[in-house]
């Protein structure tokens, strides 16, 4: 699949495939109505403790970044 790929085009298109679990994540947390990068009350937020749970990264992944053309 990534025949003829340097170390450097595979690392980005290891890099840029970790990433799709985040956007998504970031994609729902914004169409539920509330921001991922930040909610209005800062107060609460700096004592609350949040833990996000990301999907585990596929092969899927890895095609649709390759076949994006992105590296």
Same mark, same amino acid.
């Given at each position: 699949?990534? +025949? %003829?790929y @340097?170390?450097?085009d595979?690392?980005?298109?290891?890099?840029? *495939?970790?990433?799709?679990? $985040?956007?998504?994540?970031k994609?729902?947390?914004?169409? +539920? %109505?509330? @921001?991922?990068?930040?909610?209005?009350?800062?107060?609460?937020? *700096?004592?609350?403790?949040? $833990?996000?749970?990301?999907?585990?990264?596929?092969?899927?992944?890895?095609?649709?970044?390759?076949?994006?053309?992105?590296?």
């Open positions: 699949m990534t +025949e %003829g @340097s170390g450097s595979l690392k980005n298109l290891c890099t840029t *495939a970790a990433y799709r679990p $985040v956007r998504e994540e994609k729902q947390r914004a169409e +539920e %109505g509330q @921001s991922a990068e930040g909610r209005s009350d800062e107060k609460e937020e *700096a004592t609350e403790e949040r $833990v996000i749970a990301l999907r585990p990264l596929n092969m899927e992944d890895m095609r649709q970044v390759k076949e994006s053309g992105c590296c």
